[in-house]
């Protein structure tokens, strides 16, 4: 049988026809169409892939700088980080209760209170994710007893809006920018929080208060930032807490020969002042005459400290204060348990930046340095739970109240810790500010502008103090609170923290009422 052929026994004997190949798909208009949008679809692709990631990510938030961190403002409605999350959604609830009460018939008027910082940690920065979070609860807390309570005041409403404002200067820039941008129709009189004592700070600080934006600092402590105009602090300065280690000192080590530890790295104005105001608070003849000296912005900080510890030895101090920052101190604890004069006990005491430390990655590292190295360290901290029952005389029931149980920040956040004191004096530097806000309210206006709220601040003092969860906050012509209580805390080596005095300036502060 032949084999199979598609083609008859006729057909074979003929020579075959010259082949024609089909016309090529992309010839003629539309396929010259088809192939013009699958290379424009190729080109977008491989364009998107080399372009750096978009830079919007909500309304009033963009990503900005080297590490395209989103910044700027919110209400809520933007989450900066996952940890954020449940507190965002707060207040964005409470900004639309506001809203809502305001549009019905006879509704109050409202305004807006800002809360600024960088809410995203990042490289060589000194706040840790769980003081970011703790802050901004803290600032919901206050806003929402200042709506939902008589205890201060009733008109205006205020609502509370987040700003990121990153960690370099187009991301400050940015966020300031929106600030600005936005305070007419988002009624802005007043930022809270600001961040830690820096040189960036003490610049976002004069733009906004430039603006007639009054700035109410939470946890900045340096004595360069004293005297802007428009700006208020509810955190005692450098001086004060230097001065409350000092009368500690005095009072439960007399006598002691102490070692100044010391970071001079540029634009820390947290570091530098601490370390000159205790140099002024405390005895010369019973300082260490050489300080020890460290730049925490350079390399081999750890090889520094291993590399000075037989000085230690040979200066044999009492105590040591550390004026650097909390994050730095692992790289000192750890080469000082390790020194070969450990069988004296050591006494570290720091600034109020150290309550960072218990959050930090390096815990563990400063734990076993406490353990084995026969070391106690102390700081001065801004505000602790204990210190309201060791000398409940210095703090108001009513401002202590939501961060009790059955309270509002205990109820919203059950499981979060006080021990920082971030949420405590976040509360109080928003608290403060409706004060401010509600004094410039109360010759009748219902519009209050931010200069009318600057106008108030040099009130906050005497009869007008500010009875706060951290302390009565009693304003000086500064905007410095007056011999505000400062708690003496103790980490201990199985990471405990517990108030053991609680000093001020002068050694004795003031009732908690005014």
């Known amino acids: 049988m032949p084999p199979f052929s598609p083609t008859g026994p006729a057909d074979r004997d003929r020579d075959p026809e010259p082949w024609d190949p089909p016309r090529p798909w992309w010839r003629g208009r539309l396929g010259l169409a088809a192939l013009v949008v699958v290379l424009a679809l190729l080109g977008s692709g491989l364009y998107a892939l080399l372009q750096p990631p978009g830079t919007g990510c909500a309304s009033g938030v963009a990503r900005r700088g080297a590490d395209h961190t989103c910044v700027g403002l919110t209400d809520g409605s933007f989450v900066f980080?996952?940890?954020l999350a449940q507190v965002s959604a707060l207040v964005r609830a409470e900004d639309q209760q506001v809203l809502a009460a305001a549009a019905r018939p006879g509704g109050a008027p409202w305004v807006s209170?800002?809360?600024?910082?960088?809410?995203?940690?990042?490289?060589?920065?000194?706040?840790?994710?769980?003081?970011?979070?703790?802050?901004?609860?803290?600032?919901?807390?206050?806003?929402?007893?200042?709506?939902?309570?008589?205890?201060?005041?009733?008109?205006?409403?205020?609502?509370?809006?987040?700003?990121?404002?990153?960690?370099?200067?187009?991301?400050?820039?940015?966020?300031?920018?929106?600030?600005?941008?936005?305070?007419?129709?988002?009624?802005?009189?007043?930022?809270?929080?600001?961040?830690?004592?820096?040189a960036a700070t003490r610049a976002s600080i004069l733009r906004l208060t430039q603006e007639d934006i009054a700035a109410f600092g939470s946890v900045i402590t340096a004595d360069d930032l004293a005297d802007i105009p428009g700006l208020v602090r509810v955190a005692p300065p450098n001086a004060d807490e230097a001065a409350a280690a000092a009368a500690y000192l005095a009072k439960d080590h007399p006598g002691a020969k102490v070692l100044l530890v010391e970071d001079r790295k540029a634009g820390d104005l947290y570091s530098s002042s601490l370390a000159d105001?205790?140099?002024?608070?405390?005895?010369?003849?019973?300082?260490?005459q050489q300080p020890m000296e460290y730049d925490s912005s350079k390399s081999d900080v750890s090889t520094y400290f291993t590399k000075q510890m037989a000085n230690v030895c040979l200066d044999d101090p009492d105590v040591v204060f550390f004026a650097g920052r909390g994050v730095d101190l692992p790289r000192f604890l750890a080469p000082l348990s390790q020194r070969f004069c450990a069988q004296k006990t050591l006494t570290v005491i720091s600034g109020d930046d150290a309550s960072q430390v218990e959050q930090s990655a390096g815990i563990d590292e400063v734990k076993s340095a406490l353990r084995l190295g026969n070391i106690k360290l102390?700081?001065?901290?801004?505000?602790?739970?204990?210190?309201?029952?060791?000398?409940?005389?210095?703090?108001?029931?009513?401002?202590?109240?939501?961060?009790?149980?059955?309270?509002?920040?205990?109820?919203?956040?059950?499981?979060?810790?006080?021990?920082?004191?971030?949420?405590?004096?976040g509360h109080d530097a928003v608290l403060t500010a409706v004060s401010a806000i509600r004094a410039a309210a109360s010759g009748g206006s219902d519009q209050v502008s931010g200069q009318d709220v600057v106008q108030m601040l040099t009130t906050l003092y005497g009869a007008g103090a500010v009875p706060g969860a951290s302390g009565l906050i009693s304003l000086d012509s500064h905007g410095n609170p007056v011999n505000k209580a400062i708690p003496i805390v103790e980490l201990s080596p199985d990471g405990q923290v517990r108030t053991v005095a609680v000093s001020s300036r002068t050694g004795n502060p003031p009732d908690g009422h005014p």
């Open 277 to 288: 105001q205790f140099r002024g608070s405390y005895p010369a003849g019973q300082l260490v």
């Open 378 to 425: 102390l700081y001065t901290g801004l505000a602790h739970p204990d210190a309201w029952t060791l000398r409940p005389q210095s703090y108001s029931p009513t401002a202590i109240a939501p961060f009790q149980s059955g309270g509002e920040f205990t109820t919203a956040f059950p499981h979060e810790s006080l021990a920082d004191g971030q949420a405590i004096m």
């Open 81 to 83: 980080t996952p940890d």
């Open 113 to 198: 209170v800002v809360y600024l910082l960088p809410m995203v940690p990042g490289e060589g920065g000194t706040s840790t994710a769980d003081s970011i979070r703790h802050e901004l609860e803290g600032a919901f807390t206050a806003v929402w007893a200042a709506n939902h309570t008589h205890s201060y005041g009733d008109s205006p409403q205020i609502r509370l809006l987040l700003a990121n404002s990153g960690g370099s200067d187009p991301q400050r820039t940015y966020a300031l920018g929106q600030i600005e941008a936005q305070r007419s129709a988002q009624h802005i009189v007043a930022v809270a929080g600001l961040g830690t004592s820096t």
